[in-house]
């Protein structure tokens, strides 16, 4: 049973161009979302994130966007930049579980200059 | 003000051979989790620690896998008796607090387990 799901496995967009990454989820109880970048060999890196109780929320070029309703989530890279490729990953928790994140599986992004 | 630090970044063992796994968390930070990640799959929670006290090990293989976090000293993730399904990349990450949800976590490079 797989929580957090990001159905699109990889995406490769054109540099300068908006970058949109998909994010699903099945627990209506989760109340903070995070987006994690990660290159090869190393650790995922924070991005961004977000509270249940907002819908949006942005940082320079990154912007989260929740959809409670929907039980969805996206994260939006614009202008894309080819730095940006990397693996992306959504994770969501819930306040009662002092932290514990659950991931998806993961969408490769590639920017091509 | 070093990040989390694990090793070693490239472990191989042969079948039923033992495998430990250390992570240093970053300064400050009591909190430690380890996750582990398959090929072509996200990162799965694995166990969740503070100082002495295992806090959530919900997505700990129940057989032959342990882990410890010590008063001194780094947290260890121990493999017994590995088998080839054991091979993954194992991260480990830690944040200040483990409560609220929002603290973001900060990742090691992993340590890249091979079993032959």
């Known amino acids: 049973d797989q929580q957090v799901k990001q159905n699109s496995p990889s995406l490769s967009v054109q540099e300068g161009r908006i970058s949109i990454l998909n994010c699903d989820y099945t627990?209506?109880?989760?109340?903070?979302f995070l987006w994690y970048k990660k290159y090869p060999a190393e650790g995922p890196t924070f991005l961004i994130s977000i509270s249940s109780i907002k819908d949006k929320n942005e940082d320079g070029r990154f912007t989260v966007f929740l959809n409670k309703s929907a039980k969805h989530l996206s994260l939006h890279i614009v202008p894309s930049q080819p730095g940006d490729s990397a693996v992306y990953f959504c994770a969501a928790s819930l306040n009662t579980n002092a932290g514990k994140s659950t991931f998806g599986d993961g969408t490769t992004l590639t920017v091509k200059p | 003000n070093a990040g989390v630090m694990q090793n070693p970044r490239h472990l191989v063992r042969r079948r039923g051979q033992e495998a430990r796994l250390r992570c240093s968390p970053m300064?400050?930070?009591?909190?430690v989790y380890w996750y582990r990640q398959l090929p072509e799959e996200g990162l799965k929670f694995m166990v969740y620690l503070q100082k002495e006290n295992i806090i959530d090990e919900s997505g700990m293989p129940k057989e032959r896998f342990s882990a410890e976090f010590p008063k001194e000293g780094p947290s260890i993730l121990r493999i017994q008796q590995v088998v080839r399904g054991d091979s993954a990349a194992y991260f480990c990450?830690?944040?200040?607090?483990?409560?609220?949800?929002?603290?973001?976590?900060?990742f090691g490079p992993g340590t890249r387990l091979t079993v032959l």
């Open positions: 627990n209506s109880m989760f109340d903070y």
């Open positions: 990450a830690s944040s200040p607090l483990g409560q609220p949800s929002y603290n973001e976590q900060f």
């Open positions: 300064k400050g930070h009591s909190h």
